[in-house]
């Protein structure tokens, strides 16, 4: 039996506001996560009491200390704060979850009803940043410390007492006070807090419900080896990431032309050690990756190299194992394999040297110098290449040696590749365990050989199996989306879309319609795609109506925002919902659709008077039958390649499996063909959207574990 109630207490600040938020938060991950049961339970903090004291002179954690204090002393399973009102760091035994969903960030000015803003206002100010900007904005003005809940400070300032509030949009809005907002601020006038208008759980450390919860949100943070001496060193998969990321902490060796990858916006940080000289300590490095991780941020931890190598590795991702925290290792090239294989040094030509020791005598402390006596060499690890079909001889080897059945053996199948095998074992057993034979191997003996579960699997689908059986265009997101949550991805793509023969014909003729109607993420890349071979003006793209963000999102990729897009239940309906009302009688409509769609879609549309044509714009090919891999999860992206897998394979092989689908017709086709599969439908139409349901569902499905029924 479980010690947690099934309803967990969750401490909020007793304010209109901070239940107002705290409600739309729990409403939020109730739609995510059903199993997960919050009860408010109103609080004060030190802020709240004590509404004298100058807001720019109060402690870091004058509105979260006594609802922590309320954490740590078991009265409530969590607190809710605003995330800005976090101290930087948190109490011991603490730990936090920041959730993803940000409301309005800016700040704004608010006067008396039918006022205007005027030159020399007295200013109600309750930050140094907020005090800054009045400096520069109301240089005539007087700015004074003003307190009180949102509602207290408006009464001030219609009651007299100041002529100019400067306040967060988001708190008004929540309130459904925004009619009282004069001006919004820009951001680039007046940036703010970094994580002002998104909210925060606290929790002990450890928590189970929480810790699992927040597996949703975190992403995992990339080692990437830099590779050594130049750029041209690192991998591919080491530069994609950091094209993507928000924080990139560099080793000292580091190439720092790979700096130059970053997007605009991310920040490089220096931690390198060099001749002693440290820009961060061990220590230092381990809570920034702990502390950026939780904040959701996308972090790569650049090490010259390869990570694995003399590089920290092990102490850094046991730190995040700690909390949990999810991670993804990206192998690099080594100074080792650069000084020998790129020089020509070669470390092993056959009938000379078959095999090598690498190893620094520096101290692991002082960094003085030690030699390694005889038993230190016997009892390094070993990695023996082309021995997989000599294992009783390394066997018999290791026990002349002196070494027990218990001594740690590892063999590794298919290094690098998407067949990755790892069998661990030890001189007893590693026999028994090993697969009859074929895949070309590596066996691990020693300390190496007991350490691959240092990488523990912290991420929300804990390296499940997952069957991409969709479209094959959609495969690179669909396996960024899987991996973002420690799944392991398989590809088997079912069908292929390709053009219809008249495509570019029709895209020559769009500007003829007033509106243009794209249902699909997979029609917007096509349209893309053709867009880009026939050189076309998207200038001459007519009002766009899209069923959800997903395709929204294509469009944005190529700077067009969508005039018509369903805010939710995305879909065909809520399409029809939107649209309808913009339509009038010979308004010319261009529906855009696979040549397996149904013209549904575009006969209601017709209701409204308006003239659609209906236009297959591309079509389902299906793709040969691959070999099945082994798959606990299969993601489908449209009915036909539902029907494309049971074809070739059969429904019987999706017995009590998981299958994870878009939109209602492929959840249909799904019900219609399998009778023992969890048919999974994502909240919205898009791969990413997949990967986060199939990953609440089985979060959903932990934190049951640890409630009481």
Known sequence: MND???????????????????????AQLRRLVPSLKLSIVPMSSPGDRDRETDLRLSDPDFFTRDLDQAVINGNVDCAVHSAKDLPEALAAGLDMLILPWSADPRDVLIVRKGETIMDDPRIGVSSERRDEYCARRFPEGRRLPVRGNIEHRIEQLD?????????????????????????YIPLDEMPVPELQGKLAFTFKTGHPVFTELRKLFVKPVIFAGAGVGSAGNATVDAIKALRECDICLYDALCPHELLDELPPEGEAINVGKRSGMHAATQPEICQMLIDFSRKNKRIVRLKGGDPGIFGRLAEEVTALNEYSLPYKVLPGVSSLSAATTGTGLLLTQRDQARGFIAATPRRAISGGFEWFDDK??????????????????????????????????????????????????????????????????????????????????????????????????????????VTRFGGKFHALPMIKLESAGDACKT????????????????????????????????RRLPKLAVCGSGTAAVFKKHGIIPEACPEKNYGGEALIKSLQPQLT?????????????????????????AEVTDKVFYCNRQEKPGRLPEFEVVMFTSSSCVESFVSNYGAAVLNDKKVCVIGPPTAEKAEELLDDAEIIEAGECTVEAMALSLAAVLVSNEIKRYLRS
């Not at 002349?400 to 069998?423: H, M, Q, R």
């Open 376 to 481: 230190e060499l016997r009892d390094f690890p070993k990695a023996l290449f082309m021995a997989t079909g000599k294992v009783e001889g390394v066997i018999a080897a290791l026990k002349a040696e002196g070494k027990k059945d218990d001594y740690p053996v590892t063999v590794v199948f298919d290094a690098g590749s998407p067949d990755l095998n790892i069998v661990c074992g030890s001189l007893g057993s590693i026999t028994s365990k090993l697969p009859a034979a074929g895949s070309p191997g590596i066996i691990l003996t020693g300390v190496a050989a007991k350490t691959e579960n240092i990488y523990a699997g912290h991420g929300a689908l804990r390296r499940k199996q997952v069957l991409f059986a969709g479209s094959g265009s959609l495969l690179s997101r669909a396996e960024k989306a």
């Open 159 to 183: 009651n007299g007492k100041y002529d100019v509030l400067i306040m967060a949009a988001a708190g008004l809005k929540r309130l459904g006070l925004e009619d009282r907002i004069t001006e």
């Open 4 to 26: 947690l109630s099934s309803v967990l207490a969750a401490g909020a600040r007793n304010s209109r506001l901070s239940i107002a938020q705290t409600r739309e938060a729990f």
């Open 507 to 538: 895209l020559e003729a769009v500007d003829q319609y007033e509106w243009l109607v794209v249902t699909s993420p997979s029609c917007a890349e096509i349209l893309f795609e053709n867009i880009e071979e026939s050189g076309f003006d998207l």
């Open 585 to 609: 009688a010979g308004t010319k409509v261009l529906r855009l659709r696979s040549d397996l769609a149904t013209k549904s879609l575009a006969e209601k549309l017709q209701l409204s008077g």
